[in-house]
């Protein structure tokens, strides 16, 4: 059975820093590119950031230079570091197994998420 399973998630002030963790089944981790999702209540889903299993990466204009995607193949995990966090970062954070770097690709499984607060 796939399980993505997100935790880091919390309440932190503006400026602070968060690390989210994935963990995943090892049969879907090594071989899909990675991403990270957010929604906040009443916006759309969007793609934060992407990791292929080359290493190639995608990250939201709205991120840039301050969120940073990885994965440890050896824990089957995934990992967003958060820094200079914003009160728009708020939102719902959600890790998926997807089937390219861009937008545009699908996403083939989802976890449950984990609940990111920026306080001002």
């Known amino acids: 059975q796939v399980q993505l399973v997100e935790s880091g998630g919390g309440l932190v002030q503006a400026g602070g820093s968060l690390r989210l963790s994935c963990a995943a089944s090892g049969s879907i981790f090594s071989a899909n590119t990675m991403g990270w999702y957010r929604q906040a209540p009443g916006k759309e889903r969007e793609l934060v950031a992407a990791l292929s299993s080359g290493g190639s990466t995608y990250y939201a204009d709205s991120v840039k230079g301050r969120f940073t995607i990885s994965r440890d193949n050896a824990k089957n995990t995934l990992y967003l570091q958060m820094n200079s966090l914003k009160p728009e970062d708020t939102a719902m954070y959600y890790c998926?197994?997807?089937?390219?770097?861009?937008?545009?690709?699908?996403?083939?499984?989802w976890g449950q998420g984990t609940q990111v607060t920026v306080s001002s």
């Open positions: 998926a197994a997807r089937r390219g770097l861009s937008p545009a690709f699908k996403d083939d499984y």
